[in-house]
């Protein structure tokens, strides 16, 4: 099967402006997860999808990030206007609901904002 | 406030020696661990896991020990291969909630 997909892979941009990040799960998965990594550090939740419905948003920093995933599908993450301390690398994972927590990964969006 | 903690940046061994690589918590509702590898520019993969229920789970060369009085797992890697040489994150979940929360990781080097 197919993995899941995050594009583009790295994305540099100016403060102020916005930037998309899309992520395609891997098919069939209900769940679907945005984490991200910053500086290095450890990677933080973002929020969890069920189907299209938010089951959890409690790890999204402010308003500049809006989170969708229309008709249970794909996902986009959107983050306007973009502020330095956005820098990092977001990763989209999934699982089904049979899953044993292990959830599949993508391989990220290294978004860089100078 | 860092719920879980690799306290290791980075170990280093020898190949078909033991790595021993550690990892505490602190939210005593965490009942699901979780290892993951990290190659770079990839994202993380699933390795091994064990539920609070248990105290051990071995999965071929991967094993992970969870000492819940003590709020520590250990991921022990026997034999070691230069394959292994990955960043390794500890993460754990209370599984009401399905949301992982990661520790800083740990840089694996196997050398031959």
């Known amino acids: 099967e197919a993995g899941v997909t995050q594009f583009p892979s790295h994305s540099v941009i100016e403060k102020g402006q916005t930037v998309t990040l899309r992520c395609d799960p891997i098919s069939g998965h209900d769940n679907l997860y945005w984490y991200r990594r910053v500086m290095g550090k450890e990677i933080k939740f973002l929020l969890h999808?069920?189907?299209?419905?938010?089951?959890?948003e409690s790890g999204m920093p402010n308003n500049r990030f809006l989170a969708e995933r229309t008709g249970g599908t794909y996902s986009t993450l959107k983050v306007q206007p973009a502020e330095l301390e956005d820098s990092g690398v977001y990763f989209c994972?999934?699982?089904?609901?049979?899953?044993?927590?292990?959830?599949?990964f993508g391989s990220g969006t290294r978004l860089t904002v100078v | 406030d860092q719920q879980v903690k690799q306290n290791s940046p980075s170990l280093s061994v020898q190949e078909g020696r033991i790595s021993i690589l550690n990892c505490d918590y602190t939210n005593s509702m965490f009942d699901y661990f979780l290892w993951y590898k990290k190659y770079p520019a990839e994202g993380p993969t699933f390795l091994i896991s064990?539920?609070?229920?248990?105290d051990k789970n071995e999965d071929g060369r991967f094993t992970v020990f969870l000492n819940k009085s003590a709020k520590h797992l250990s991921l022990h890697i026997v034999p070691s291969q230069p394959g292994d040489s990955a960043v390794y994150f500890c993460a754990a979940m209370n599984t009401g909630f399905q949301k992982l929360v990661f520790g800083t990781g740990t840089r694996l080097l196997v050398s031959p």
């Open positions: 994972a999934s699982s089904s609901r049979r899953s044993n927590y292990g959830y599949t």
């Open positions: 064990i539920s609070s229920i248990k």
């Open positions: 999808f069920v189907k299209e419905s938010k089951q959890d």
